[in-house]
């Protein structure tokens, strides 16, 4: 089979193709075994996302409240020692799981997403549970996050003065119109909120290390004091060494809800201008800035805020906003007493931009769906800005569930979905991590080098196995505590905790299972994988694109310009 260059537009010949096939005894290959349903008119996206938006979407997706608040209750749990350890590992972990998806994205980056790979390189039915699997995950986090915005607000303006419906509701319209103006204006819109973040988050790691050095008002050189007065690991159900463990590994759920998002890249795909450039440079970007911006912050906190601190304890009983924020504890420890407000008005935009991308992605799941033949042919029907008006209308219904957390008692019923949205989101970088491992397959197998492609993952078929390994391990145990008892509640099953925990992976594998049932389908074959439908047309696209880029650059050649480009790709891009 011939070899292909790096752009190749070409696909391998039919006669080369089944010469290769019966040489060596492989099955000739049924083009009715996946489903592709080609873009027609009025069904395809359009590229406007820009380099900087992918690049800021990518880092905005993973800064949100996991982070900013989830890190408290972590802390308070397990300890300083546990939650650095936690969050470096699942940090490593992501990475992992970027690279397997930039592999395949910039190989083919199709609307189709994540959801198209499972289903070219590994099952049909595989792409359907990833898809719905990935969906539901948005369709319950995005009024989770305008309810968490209502609650912010509460800071300001209590419940009884206010009611939180109105917030919802204003949030709501908000962002159904930002989705709803096109992928230019929401790039543009989304581009400024992750900036916004990025910025805020600095400042806070900047003051944390000035803190922690004794930069603040209380002059206190705290240092790694509280690692070991009270400690760095913290016992959880269990004493001695066992308690110890067991804490760490609690904080390793804490850690991957905070992580969830990252992999949003993978949905942007389709909407993104010169693909096979921006997606490998937001993912080995995506590396740097889980050190700086999760590594270094937890660590940090660790050093400010002691596990025992009555302060900490009480973040964790609030629901949202400041007072549940660890970082905000810092501040107070510190003796900053102006801070508070401001940084609660910070988190108020993290959970607005939340909501806003978690919105466009699970209309562009949804969208995707149906583009691979697997949900109703209205929610590929696109407007002429490019945007899946069914698909996002029918997304922004689901979000109305908000509403259900006006009552006070509908709170605790509703708070067990972020359960869901974990287990949902472990399953999704598990198929994910399985489709790469097919994908390098079917490489081999149809001898597509790595000098064909635009960005290979540094430790291939390997890193996904070891990668998928550790996702399933946390899957399995990421509710323990519902097993494991301690001496005063002996007896107890916590039920609710459990279903709830647990009830993604049935439902997952039962979606799998039913689909293979009724279309009677078989995984695919390595030999049999389509790594090429559609590409031709991406290849010129992509043609096209650089061709006119060149163009503009030798228009508005200089050397000051270059100079400052230069810097800004050295010494600035990495961070933003």
Known sequence: MATHNRYSSSSPDAENTEKYV??????????????????????????????????????????????????????????????????????????????????????????????????????????????????????????????????????????????????????????VCINYFGIRFFGEFEFWLSTFKVIVIVGIIILSLVLALGGGPDHDRKGFRYWSDPGAFKE????????????????????????????????????????????????????YRILFFYCLSVLLLGMLVPYNSEDLAFANKASAGASASPFVVAVKLAGIKALPGIINGCILLFVFSASNSDLYIASRTLYGIACVGNAPAIFRRT?????????????????????MNVADD??????????????????????????????????????????????????????????????????????????????????????????TGYLGIPLYLIMIAGYKLVKRNKGIKPWEADLYSGKEAIDREEEEFLAEKARRNMARKGSVGKRGGWFYRTFVSWLF
């Open 383 to 403: 407007d002429a800005r490019g945007v899946p008006i069914y698909a996002l209308g029918l997304s922004a219904l689901f979000a109305l569930l908000a509403f």
């Open 410 to 499: 509908s709170k605790v019923v509703f708070g067990y979905f972020f359960n869901l949205v974990t287990i949902f989101g472990l399953l999704t970088w598990i198929s994910i991590l399985v489709t790469h491992i097919y994908f390098v397959k079917a490489r081999r197998a149809q001898n597509v080098p790595n000098s064909a492609l635009a960005f290979t993952a540094p430790l291939g078929i390997w890193g996904s196995y070891g990668a998928l390994a550790m996702c399933c391990l946390i899957a399995l145990t990421k509710n323990f505590p519902v097993f494991v008892h301690s001496p005063d509640t002996y007896g107890d099953f916590d039920y609710k905790n459990f279903v």
């Open 236 to 287: 959880y159900i269990e004493t001695g060494a066992a308690g110890r463990f067991l804490g760490f590994w609690s904080t390793m759920v804490t850690a991957t809800f905070a992580y969830l998002g990252t992999e949003l890249v993978g949905v942007t795909v389709g909407e993104a201008q010169n693909p096979r450039k921006t997606i490998p440079r937001a993912i080995k970007l995506t590396f």
């Open 22 to 175: 019966q040489e060596r005894g492989f099955e000739p290959v049924d083009s009715h075994r996946a489903v592709h349903v080609e873009p027609q008119p009025g069904e395809s996206l359009h590229r406007g996302l820009k380099s900087r938006h992918i690049t800021m979407i990518a880092i905005g997706g993973a800064i949100g409240t996991g982070l900013i608040i989830g890190t408290g209750k972590a802390l308070a749990q397990a300890g300083p020692g546990s939650i650095f350890i936690s969050y470096t590992t699942v940090g490593f972990l992501v990475y992992l799981v970027m690279c397997a998806l930039g592999e395949m994205a910039t190989w083919l980056p199709i609307g189709a997403g994540f959801t198209g790979y499972a289903t070219r390189y590994c099952d049909p039915a595989l792409g359907f549970a990833l898809g719905y699997t990935y969906w539901f995950k948005y369709i319950i986090v995005t009024p989770n996050q305008l309810t968490a915005g209502a609650l912010i607000i509460q800071y300001w303006l209590p419940r009884d003065k206010v009611n939180p419906g109105v917030f919802i509701a204003v949030f709501w319209v908000t962002i």
